[in-house]
């Protein structure tokens, strides 16, 4: 089995960053796995996140084996909580909400988790999460019960972003959450990679190759999108963002 960190440095390295499509394997999307991943494989995005905060059936773990089964890309869980592990995953973000306070998604959740991921023997990567207000609630705001940094205190993200490097993580994830209004500023995205060395990872609210190429130039190596996916359902859009966010082969 390769090694999923390596591979998705080597992409940052050779692209100038990464595309990351995250597909929630919730009800919701039953019937269109086979659509979005034909459309993932053929966009030129660089990985598969799957995972989301709240699952509305039991159907989570086949959901899972059948966007493996189909993708042509590594498949990297980003844990809604350790309920949604299984044996399909390439990878795990073992991610540690560290903008909240709140014990369980601190810790809680990865000692759960560690012994099945030892048993299943799964690629970890450790990923120091933090959660900006992208404006309206999230859905990850809800259910993890932790209050989102202000998306104009750079400064707090910037603390943290800094401790999730001294913690010796290797990623960290500004989230503006699924669905957000605003997606993370490009000045945060540019004041905290010029503070820390480990890659950041930019989600949320992520609609348009504009957007998503900015981001990149203020500093992020990967950029993740996943709504815009599912409300498009566009080969063409999905293809633009990959191109837009792969600086290195633009012409
Ligand atoms: C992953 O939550 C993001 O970090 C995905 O956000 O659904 O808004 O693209 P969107």
Do not use: W
């Amino acid at each position: 089995m390769k090694n999923i960190y390596k591979y998705l440095l080597e992409t940052c390295e050779r692209k100038g960053a990464g595309h990351i499509v995250l597909i929630d394997p919730d009800r919701k999307n039953d019937g269109s796995f086979e659509t979005y991943v034909e459309i993932v494989n053929n966009s030129g995005a660089d990985a598969i996140f799957i995972g989301g905060s709240l699952m509305m059936d039991g159907q989570f773990h086949e959901r899972v084996a059948k966007i493996k089964a189909l993708s042509n890309v590594p498949i990297i869980f980003f844990p809604g909580g350790a309920n949604q592990l299984n044996e399909h995953y390439d990878a795990i973000l073992f991610m540690s909400l560290l903008s909240g306070r709140n014990p369980q998604y601190l810790i809680g959740e990865q000692v759960v988790s560690a012994p099945i991921i030892s048993d299943l023997k799964i690629e970890t990567i450790p990923t120091g999460y933090l959660l900006l207000d992208g404006g309206g609630k999230s859905t990850v705001e809800f259910m993890s019960a932790s209050h989102p940094i202000p998306l104009n205190r750079t400064d707090i993200t910037e603390a943290h972003a800094l401790a999730a490097q001294y913690l010796g993580m290797k990623l960290v994830y500004l989230e503006a959450g699924s669905g957000a209004q605003t997606p993370v500023p490009t000045e945060t995205i540019q004041t905290v990679s010029e503070k820390v060395d480990i890659p950041l990872i930019v989600g949320g609210g992520i609609r348009t190759p504009e957007d998503a190429e900015k981001r990149v130039h203020a500093g992020a190596s990967f950029i993740v999108t996943g709504t815009v996916l599912e409300t498009s359902g566009s080969s063409s859009l999905m293809q633009e963002l990959a191109r837009a966010i792969h600086v290195k082969e633009q012409r």
